[in-house]
């Protein structure tokens, strides 16, 4: 299983990233995708999250009308489009995967990637 994450990078407060996670190694057009964030001495921060079948996405309140989560199962790829960029939105961002879902609202099989770094300063 593979998850490799891109687009990170140094951009100015206002400037816009798209980063993308490309999956291998699982049925990716059935599981749970999520993007989460770490911050610098903070703990993991959930951004947004899309269904794999009807593609219903949830976005955290903190970036609700600035970041668009969207998938595209023929290419195995989870996208997250960030624009209107804060400081505050400076972290590792990291791919996840959730697979078979249990009555426990946990997850049979969860996967993460390595993460990208996002930087946003003037």
């Known amino acids: 299983v593979q998850l490799v994450e891109s687009g990170g990078g140094m951009v100015h407060p206002g400037g816009s990233l798209r980063l993308s996670c490309a999956a291998s190694?699982?049925?990716?057009?059935?599981?749970?995708m999520s993007w989460v964030r770490q911050a610098p001495g903070k703990g993991p921060e959930w951004v947004s999250s899309?269904?794999?079948?009807?593609?219903?996405?949830y976005y955290a309140d903190f970036v609700k009308g600035r970041f668009t989560i969207s998938r595209d199962n023929s290419k195995n790829t989870l996208y997250l489009q960030m624009s209107n960029l804060k400081p505050e939105d400076t972290a590792l961002y990291f791919c996840?995967?959730?697979?078979?879902?249990?009555?426990?609202?946990?997850?049979?099989?969860?996967?993460w990637g390595q993460g990208t770094q996002v930087t946003v300063s003037s």
């Open positions: 996840n995967a959730g697979c078979g879902l249990l009555s426990t609202g946990t997850y049979q099989y969860e996967y």
């Open positions: 190694g699982f049925t990716f057009n059935s599981a749970d």
């Open positions: 899309i269904n794999p079948s009807s593609g219903t996405k």
